[in-house]
């Protein structure tokens, strides 16, 4: 990225590791972030939400813009799907593609570009990394949105993906000295915790373990 080019920058977060450390490395690559997070009505979000909160006040970065929440509910779609009804939730022993979200990233990258248009803001940044295995998290999708946000709204918009080569490890160096324990990543919360037992908790613990380095993060089990 070439910062001379670009100042300001919307960051889809999600209260989890990645894309919480994208959020500070931006900010202290000298860009002006202003942190998006987006209300679909899932069983996680509550806590999501707490932990992310706590998170951009512990790292208070000048340039990190306060947290602008945005509603787009898709529980009339994914009515009894496990990610709203919190039941049958992929758990440590499943595979990735088990949390796959149906049009996920279509439905944050529609919102927050019609956002970012109104608010005069033309670059995007998501978190995904190297090992996503999803058909939404490929070249060919990012530059069919940029395209399509052109041709619905006359204006160009850039999506950057920064940590697209990077694994899950080099992340968590990366945000090494961060509050990185108040990051979320648990898809079945228990009593504001991580459960300790999901497909995303272990995927977590997992970072760490291989690293060796301490995990300070509560989990209920």
């Known amino acids: 990225m070439d910062n001379s080019a670009v100042t300001d920058v919307a960051v889809l977060v999600s209260g989890g590791l990645d894309s919480s450390v994208l959020a500070v490395h931006l900010s202290d690559s000298n860009y ?8 679909h009505g899932l069983y996680w979000e509550a806590t999501e939400r707490d932990h992310l909160t706590r998170f951009l006040c512990a790292v208070a970065r000048p340039n990190i813009a306060e947290l602008k929440i945005l509603e787009l509910p898709v529980t ?10 919190g039941n049958n ?28 248009s109104l608010t005069g803001i033309r670059t995007i940044a998501l978190a995904p990394l190297s090992g996503n295995p999803f058909a939404d998290n490929s070249n060919a999708f990012y530059r069919a949105i940029e395209q399509s946000i052109q041709i619905s709204s006359g204006q160009n918009m850039d999506i950057i993906r920064p940590f697209s080569n990077m694994s899950k490890d080099q992340v968590l ?5 961060l509050p990185l324990h108040l990051t979320f990543s648990c898809i079945r919360p228990h009593k504001g915790l991580h ?17 060796g380095i301490e995990d300070a993060t509560p989990y209920a089990t």
């Open 32 to 39: 002006h972030v202003y942190p998006i997070y987006i209300q």
């Open 195 to 211: 459960c300790g037992r999901c497909n995303k908790c272990a995927e977590r613990k997992l970072a760490y373990h291989r690293l």
């Open 173 to 177: 160096q990366l945000g090494g000295k």
């Open 76 to 85: 009339d779609m994914y009515e009894s799907h496990w990610s709203v009804s």
């Open 89 to 116: 939730v992929p758990d440590e022993n499943t595979q990735d593609d088990a949390v796959f979200l149906p049009g996920r990233n279509l439905l944050l990258l529609a919102k927050a570009s019609v956002w970012c």
